[in-house]
Nanobody, 123 residues
Framework: VQLQASGGGLVQAGGSLRLSCATS????????MGWFRQAPGKERLFVAA????????YYADSVKGRFTISRDNAKNTVYLQMNSLKPEDTGVYYC?????????????????WGQGTQVTVSS
């Protein structure tokens, strides 16, 4: 199973970025997907998750109303649209497949991870 995250970059506060995560090696439409981020020296934290069919989405309180997770099962890809970015959104963003039942915000519920893409928001 491979996950390839892309779309990160340097953006000013208030700007937008769209992250993509292309997957292969697994029936994509059978699994929930999640995005996490990790700031330097900090733990990896939950950002957003989406169910296998895309009917339900979940967000960390810090990104509600600004970020939107979506998926295209025909393209085996999950997206994270990030608007109104803040400096505290800076970090490496990881996509992951949710291979285990349970809470969406626990890293232990995810079994495969992408390599991460760097997002830097300047003030």
């Amino acid at each position: 199973v491979q996950l390839q995250a892309s779309g990160g970059g340097l953006v000013q506060a208030g700007g937008s970025l769209r992250l993509s995560c292309a997957t292969s090696g697994r029936t994509f439409s059978s699994y929930g997907m999640g995005w996490f981020r990790q700031a330097p020296g900090k733990e990896r934290l939950f950002v957003a998750a989406i169910t296998w069919g895309g009917s339900s989405t979940y967000y960390a309180d810090s990104v509600k109303g600004r970020f939107t997770i979506s998926r295209d099962n025909a393209k085996n890809t999950v997206y994270l649209q990030m608007n109104s970015l803040k400096p505290e959104d800076t970090g490496v963003y990881y996509c992951a497949t949710k291979g285990y039942n349970g809470a969406n915000d626990y890293t232990e519920r995810y079994d495969y991870w992408g390599q991460g893409t760097q997002v830097t928001v300047s003030s």
